[in-house]
Each structure stands twice: as structure tokens, then as C-alpha cells.
């Protein structure tokens, strides 16, 4: 049973994990759009590494004033407006991603473009998972809202190593650019180094059943009712396992409303994409790996409706899906 105090630390997670440093490294001399999309429309075969770095930086600007934005709703239990704050967020994150996939940049700096885009498809997944925790938290689910922050946490630190990348590849770029240096803004998220909790135990105890399990009940004198059963353990999860070699659609299967966690591993040296879909319509429902090269990555996703669903694959390796729910 979760109590009125640890709702409350669910909440100031919410709100910590929305408190960035951000390393602002950019020009005053860069000027800030009210729109994400930047034209990279120059003729074919010329670099354009000065005008991505410059969208970068004016992107940047725009999702950190969002970001700053979510703080009073946040604050104020407002869950309507930081679910609302979340949805221009997240699009504004998804837009940043196509604005930096239409510039053309030198060899010498693509690898750093491509740490920026996974370090933004990693703050892309966790403001899904956010509004996926919000929504379980008004709902009174407190134990799922709690573990789909953890998830949260996980991404934010994804995305810090691959900005921390940026750093360090932009670092290398200016060294050999004496006189064209690059400055933008990164995003550090201020999360703890992860740790392994210790897996709880269950134990025959007394103990208390609250009678309603919503955020309504916000009395100190809420009824409980008193039992001498074991706390209940966790059902069994469902389980999906998928393989094969190269670019293919799957098989159907079905996937309940809720949290639905993903872990794939990838082995080649090529792109390596998968795609959730609605097995019916073809609809893209979520894109579960965007990765190139080995790899060997987690990411979870809230399902909103029961039904059947395919994933999409790209990529000549060998590759497995687990899905669990």
C-alpha cells in the first residue's frame, strides 16, 4: 500500500527529473526562431556543418524554455496542463529530430550529429514515459507510476552519455577548426548513476488494504480494512519473443492496454530500425529501436488499446525483440 508521503515523493521525482542543468555554449550571436524548422535548402554536395550547429542551438533554446514551462503545473498538481506541456514537448522533440535529419554535414562531424539525434530520441521516449507516469499516478496506480519513472531515469541517463558524446566529438571537430569553431547547448539531466534496489520480499504480515485507490482520497481518515494474507506477489508477465536475420514484418501478436517494456539486441554494422505497428491498419505506433551498429538497448512504451500489433524490422543482422508485459 502506497501512503499519502510516498505519493508525494512520486511527485518530487516528477519534478526533479524536470530540473536540467543546461551547458548553454552558444553565441548570443544566434538568434532564436519561434519555430522548430529550419530550412537546409543549399545546393547539392556543399557541408553544412555551421548551419546545423546553428539550428541545433535554436532548437535547444526552444525545448528548454517547454521544459521550463512544465515546472508550475508540476508544482501546482495541474496533471491537466503538464500533460498538455508534454504533448507540445514531445512534438517539439520529434520536429528537432527531422529539422537536424535534413542538414548535410561534413564526415568529420556526422558522427557528433549522430550522438545528437540518439541523445534526442532517448529525451523523445522519456517524455512518453512521463506522460504514461502522470497518467498512472491520477489513475492511483502509484506502485506502476513509481516503476515507469524508474524508466524515465533510465533514458535521461542514455541521453546524458550521448550529449556527453556531442561534447566530446565537437571538442575534437574544433581542434581541427581553428578558425570555424561550433558552439551549441546540450542537455544534461540532473539524474543519480543508476544503482540495483534490492528485490523485495514477500512475507505473511497484517497488512493494511486501503478501500479506494485514487487521488480523491487525500483524507487522513480514509477507511482500511485489515488482513492476515500474504502480500499479493506480482503476476506472472507476458512474454513475446522475436528473431530473425534482415529487413522483415513479423508475425501478429497481441498486446494488452498498459505498459508494454521492449528489449532488442542487434549484431552487424549496418542501420538497425524497428517499428511497432497496428497489425490492422499499418498505423506506426512506436519506434521501439533506431539504432546503428551492435546493440543492445531497453525502452518501454504505454499501449493504449487491446489489440494485434507487428513490428516492422530494418537491418541485414541478426536481431531479437522481447516484449514483456
Known sequence: MVSKSQMNIIIGILLLFLTLVFVIGFSDTHPINSTMAVSASVQ????QDTEWAKNVSETMTILISEVNNLGPALKNLDWYTALADLNIYKLDLDKAIASSDSFTVSPELQSCKNEYRLGLIDDDNAALLMKTAISL?????FKSSSDTMDLVSDDFRSA????????????????????????IPLIHHNVDPKVNKPTPVSTPIKSPERVT?????????TDYVTTDTPVSTTPTPQTIDLSGKGSKATDSFKLEAGLARFKTTYTGSDYFGVWLMDAKTGEKIYLVANEVGTSNESSAYGIERTGDYILNVEGNGQWTVTITQ
Not at 44 to 47: A, C, D, K, S
Not at 175 to 182: F, I, S
Not at 213 to 221: G, H, I, M, R
Open 44 to 47: 547539392q554536395n556543399v557541408y
Open 137 to 141: 499516478l491520477t489513475a492511483g496506480d
Open 160 to 183: 546524458n552519455s550521448h550529449y556527453d558524446n556531442v561534447t566530446n566529438l565537437l571538442s575534437s571537430y574544433n581542434k581541427n577548426h581553428p578558425y570555424a569553431q561550433l558552439d
Open 213 to 221: 485507490k485514487t487521488l480523491a482520497d487525500k483524507e487522513s481518515d
